[in-house]
């Protein structure tokens, strides 16, 4: 039994995976290049050490003291500035070299990350970041490339050369400055933060950085630069993002300060930690389990045991869940795999079943009982319409009429209620957003009573600012490459081709060429689908603690853009392959593949991929998805609806056989939000879900979730909701952004003396043509005197 009961927990392992803003910093470089870019790693070894062997005299780059280096480096700056494009294009890649670490002098992959991270502050110190932010304009807005590249049938790794070895140099650059060490030195967090100023602040073209690289996406996406490499241009644009506005952690505590800005009390718990602290749930049976499981339930009916707890019932219904199921997932019909008991019912359920005297013999030894802590992960919220809702339904049904927006007047009410009332006080819970709105409300109400708005000049605020002019073809870009990298699309004539970056030159000819072009391929989507997933979170939950109001014309944009059954689309798949998938080759990962004889690559060696129990970034992906789809959905009707209309139901519990405890959480949230619309058949028929519901989603005291009979669950007018939103949106942009604000408002001057004394701008020219102007305006237009005695 002991063996069987291993053996299952090897098959359907818990993954022990740690959410975080990034990968390993060697993951994320490695990530930069494709397989097929590997020949240009001597490459750039042997540009710079043509030009450095003339310099150095027989020495070798780490052997030269900072003085020299930066003499060097000075050197190459003033390079960069020929007009010879090949020239240029000769220095960007030993400067990118450079970046990578001068490898070729380094014995160990620490030794390169240690001559990377020194070479790149010094990079930054002589200011070569803003010289090739010169050159990326350039070559963006280079009209004989683009023009070119449309023409062409098929675009490979050549027709995007120089703008690879620049976006790779400046990708170094931001990750390896954003990541912060123990033993960096005092200049170098000095550095981190002006480069994090820099990056932050409008100082390119009166914008910030990362809407140059929004440029790029919406210019490749509109078919007009197809030989844009988009992987590395994401990656980018992530890294600036969350350099510039925060990680997670960064969030969590700005949030903090944010709460205790607005006189509102502290969170009750840090979310990150709760977390990080769960544990994963088994997932919900199979229908092959569910069948077995039947069977054994009859052959225990006929020998006519009592009820017994669900501990003696687990060693009959361990069976790995994931056995033969990546066929029948394509075969049968989702909702199909709805119907039936649940089979083996988790741990964590077992306070659930009541136990009946007398209790059976365990089959298992007691010393093998796992004790779980008691009580819930998560502190019950109540909003304070909860509250009015509550008031007003007890008022109606005790006294026989209501008292509007009042949460004090308790009078008539009986007792219970009055202690009801306190338990919903006590778990009271005011957001940001709700202030946000309320002083939005007032804004707009008494615009010249409460006068202008101070706005804090945050990087979010400059990002909003620089993006909503065009903020719905950033996000259709977004979506339209997330779409051309999701494993289930299918590729059609009209798609977008995100792969002008990874396809050589040269077609592959041999099996082994055409098995890693295939893995590289997937690699590329799977880093893409990444880099967009995590750029979009990031741009939610910075605007939302921002303004609401950003975060909501965001939100709907995404929505409009049918972000919802693209992101179902993206999990109608089987998920358990997609998280396990091996689409690497170690051994051409940098920095491993700088440092290490190259080993002869074989069909064996590329099939058996990592030894990792799962694959970190398509996790990653995953979670992000689903903590999107969360913050489109939160609170909203109308989009909750679109969930049950798309049936995400039987997509979404597939999702749960992944053993990850924060996947299953976002999961489970999607979930109950829809549970009251899915009628009492579906609940009977999967309680192990909903009571894993119970156990890791935060409770709302009154909400009624699990049942049909919340008034929200009544049709309403869907559109009507989304209307009202956007016509909130679009007062709060035009009160906060419109130049020619408050026009009704403005006084006018009445006095003449004032306003013909005021100073009039007037073009430079017009000195020369006064005379021909007063000619024609004044003295040749006849002016009818007495037309000012007549009454109007």
């Known amino acids: 039994m002991q063996a069987e009961d291993m053996e299952s927990s090897m098959e359907s392992p818990n993954l022990e995976f740690e959410y975080g803003d990034t990968d390993t910093l060697?993951?994320?470089?490695?990530?930069?290049?494709?397989?097929?870019?590997?020949?240009?790693?001597?490459?750039?070894?042997?540009?710079?050490?043509?030009?450095?062997?003339?310099?150095?005299?027989?020495?070798?780059?780490?052997?030269?003291?900072?003085?020299?280096?930066?003499?060097?480096?000075?050197?190459?700056?003033?390079?960069?500035?020929?007009?010879?494009?090949?020239?240029?294009?000769?220095?960007?890649?030993?400067?990118?070299?450079?970046?990578?670490?001068?490898?070729?002098?380094?014995?160990?992959?620490?030794?390169?990350?240690?001559?990377?991270?020194?070479?790149?502050?010094?990079?930054?110190?002589?200011?070569?970041?803003?010289?090739?932010?010169?050159?990326?304009?350039?070559?963006?807005?280079?009209?004989?490339?683009?023009?070119?590249?449309?023409?062409?049938p098929?675009?490979?790794?050549?027709?995007?050369?120089?703008?690879?070895?620049?976006?790779?140099?400046?990708?170094?650059?931001?990750?390896?400055?954003?990541?912060?060490?123990?033993?960096?030195?005092?200049?170098?967090?000095?550095?981190?933060?002006a480069f994090k100023n820099e990056l932050g602040a409008p100082l390119y073209n009166g914008e910030p950085f990362a809407l140059l690289l929004f440029t790029m996406v919406t210019k490749f996406c509109s078919m007009n630069a197809p030989h844009f490499p988009m992987k590395k241009v994401l990656l980018l644009l992530w890294k600036t993002i969350l350099f510039t506005l925060g990680g997670f952690e960064e969030l969590q505590e700005m949030k903090v300060r944010g709460r205790e800005r607005l006189n509102l009390p502290p969170l009750p718990e840090d979310s990150i930690k709760v977390v990080r602290a769960m544990r994963a749930a088994s997932p919900p049976a199979s229908a092959m389990e569910l069948i077995e499981q039947q069977q054994q339930q009859k052959r225990g009916r006929r020998s006519r045991r009592p009820l017994v707890k669900q501990d003696s019932l687990d060693t009959y219904n361990e069976r790995d869940p994931f056995k033969n199921d990546d066929a029948r997932d394509e075969e049968e019909d989702p909702e199909d795999t709805d119907s039936g008991i649940e089979g083996e019912v988790d741990p964590l359920d077992r306070d659930v079943i009541i136990q009946p005297p007398p209790p059976p013999p365990p089959l298992r030894p007691p010393t093998e009982r796992v004790n779980f802590p008691k009580g819930l992960p998560w502190a019950p919220k109540v909003r304070e319409k909860d509250i009015e809702h509550f008031l007003e339904t007890s008022r109606n049904k005790f006294i026989g009429f209501t008292l509007g927006n009042d949460i004090e007047t308790l009078v008539g009410l009986p007792r219970p209620i009055h202690e009801s009332v306190k338990t919903l006080k006590q778990h009271k819970y005011v957001s940001i957003a709700e202030v946000q709105i309320k002083r939005e409300e007032e804004l707009q109400q008494c615009p010249l009573t409460l006068g202008e708005e101070e706005v804090e000049e945050t990087p979010t605020e400059m990002l909003y600012l620089g993006m909503l002019p065009n903020l719905s073809q950033y996000v259709i870009a977004l979506l339209k490459l997330l779409l051309a990298a999701a494993p289930t699309s299918k590729a059609k004539t009209d798609s977008i081709n995100i792969l002008a970056d990874v396809l050589p030159e040269e077609m592959p000819i041999t099996v082994l060429q055409s098995m890693k072009l295939g893995i590289d391929v997937n690699r590329h989507k799977e880093i893409i689908v990444k880099a967009i997933s995590a750029l979009l979170l990031l741009l939610l939950k910075h605007f939302k603690l921002n303004h609401v109001y950003q975060f909501e014309i965001v939100s709907q944009h995404l929505v409009f853009a049918n972000c919802i059954p693209l992101i179902l689309k993206f999990f109608n798949q089987n998920i358990m392959s997609y998280i396990s998938a091996k689409n690497s080759i170690c051994v051409l990962d940098f920095p491993h593949c700088v440092v290490h004889e190259m080993p002869e690559l074989t069909a064996e060696s590329l099939e058996a991929g990592d030894s990792n129990q799962f694959c970190w970034r398509n996790l990653f992906s995953c979670i992000n998805l689903l903590r999107i789809l969360n913050k489109l959905t939160k609170w909203k009707h109308s989009r909750t609806m679109m969930l049950v209309v798309f049936k995400s139901a039987p997509i979404l519990k597939r999702a749960l056989k992944v053993k990850q405890a924060m996947m299953q959480l976002y999961v489970l949230k999607l979930l109950k939000i829809q549970t009251k619309y899915l009628g009492r058949q579906w609940r009977k028929s999967n309680m192990k879900t909903m009571s894993a519901i119970y156990q890791k989603v935060r409770h709302r005291l009154n909400d009624d979730w699990a049942y049909g009979n919340d008034i929200d669950a009544r049709p309403w007018d869907f559109q009507a909701e989304e209307c009202a939103l956007r016509e909130s949106i679009e007062k709060f942009n035009s009160r906060r952004y419109d130049k020619n604000k408050n026009g009704d408002f403005t006084p006018v001057d009445n006095c003449l003396q004032s306003v013909l004394g005021q100073r009039v701008e007037l073009p430079e020219d017009f000195h020369y043509s006064y005379e021909m102007w007063l000619e024609r305006e004044v003295f040749s237009q006849p002016i009818q005197w007495e037309g000012l005695l007549q009454n109007p």
């Open 26 to 152: 060697t993951a994320e470089l490695s990530e930069l290049y494709s397989y097929t870019e590997e020949p240009e790693f001597a490459l750039n070894r042997d540009y710079f050490e043509e030009d450095f062997r003339s310099h150095a005299r027989g020495r070798r780059w780490i052997e030269l003291t900072v003085e020299e280096q930066r003499a060097y480096v000075m050197r190459l700056l003033d390079a960069l500035e020929v007009t010879d494009r090949d020239k240029r294009l000769k220095v960007a890649r030993a400067i990118l070299y450079l970046a990578q670490g001068v490898f070729d002098e380094c014995d160990t992959e620490v030794d390169v990350l240690h001559w990377s991270r020194h070479n790149v502050f010094l990079l930054y110190d002589m200011g070569i970041f803003t010289a090739l932010l010169e050159l990326l304009s350039m070559e963006i807005d280079n009209n004989q490339a683009c023009s070119s590249a449309v023409r062409k």
């Open 154 to 193: 098929a675009i490979s790794l050549a027709d995007s050369t120089e703008l690879r070895v620049l976006l790779s140099i400046m990708y170094l650059m931001v990750e390896t400055i954003r990541v912060q060490t123990e033993d960096d030195r005092p200049e170098w967090r000095a550095a981190r933060e």
